[in-house]
T-cell receptor, first 115, second 116 residues
Framework: KAGVTQTPRYLIKTRGQQVTLSCSPI?????VSWYQQTPGQGLQFLFE???????NKGNFPGRFSGRQFSNSRSEMNVSTLELGDSALYLC???FGSGRMEDTQYFGPGTRLTVL | QKEVEQNSGPLSVPEGAIASLNCTYS??????FFWYRQYSGKSPELIMS????GDKEDGRFTAQLNKASQYVSLLIRDSQPSDSATYLC????????????????FGQGTILTVHP
């Protein structure tokens, strides 16, 4: 069974630009969660999508947005990039049942560097 | 107080020893607890999940949960150099008392080094 895939794996952008990251979940998983990981803040939850709907959102500014397609693939977008957006962006997929046994599996991540 | 806290590292143990990793959480209503391992430059990899009080064993790994004391721990027996990584404790916390869809709250991680 293929795992979670993310593209691109590495990205270099300059301040003020925007970026779109993509995530394909494990087959059969309908929930995709996005996280930002930095050395200072650790792993922080951005948002979660299920059946093309955002069900949950973390404490990030509106520059961070996402969407999900009918095949459960998800994208996240960051507009007007800031230096502090440099991070490892991780997506995780799960069945999205909301049951306590529902387990998230992470993709390899996209390393974003903002210059 | 942070929602999920892990014992500060780094933790260094000799090969063959037992490594003990601890985690406390703030929300008494939390139901799901996970341990992930993250090698440097890689993404988190699930090691164990636990939902009920007591111990859960999987090979060299044992997760322990005590909901009354709000702590969860991970024991690694017969530690190997390949176990050297950052261990992340994750909890499904919903401050509203319901289901927090898709959101895991992570501790800051404990760096484990197993030396030969």
């Amino acid at each position: 069974k293929a795992g979670v895939t993310q593209t691109p794996r590495y990205l270099i952008k300059t301040r003020g630009q925007q970026v779109t990251l993509s995530c394909s979940p494990i087959s059969g998983h309908r929930s995709v969660s996005w996280y930002q990981q930095t050395p200072g803040q650790g792993l922080q939850f951005l948002f979660e999508y299920f059946s093309e709907t955002q069900r949950n959102k973390g404490n990030f500014p509106g520059r961070f947005s996402g969407r999900q397609f009918s095949n459960s693939r998800s994208e996240m977008n960051v507009s007007t990039l800031e230096l502090g957006d440099s991070a490892l962006y991780l997506c995780a997929s799960s069945f999205g049942s909301g049951r306590m046994e529902d387990t998230q599996y992470f993709g390899p991540g996209t390393r974003l560097t903002v210059l | 107080q942070k929602e999920v806290e892990q014992n500060s590292g780094p933790l260094s143990v000799p090969e063959g020893a037992i490594a003990s990793l601890n985690c406390t959480y703030s929300d008494r209503g939390s139901q799901s607890f996970f341990w992930y391992r993250q090698y440097s430059g890689k993404s988190p990899e699930l090691i164990m999940s636990i939902y009920s009080n007591g111990d859960k064993e999987d090979g060299r790994f044992t997760a322990q949960l005590n909901k009354a004391s709000q702590y969860v721990s991970l024991l690694i027996r017969d530690s190997q150099p390949s176990d050297s990584a950052t261990y992340l404790c994750a909890v499904n916390i919903d401050n509203a008392g319901g289901t927090s869809y898709g959101k895991l709250t992570f501790g800051q991680g404990t760096i484990l080094t197993v030396h030969p």
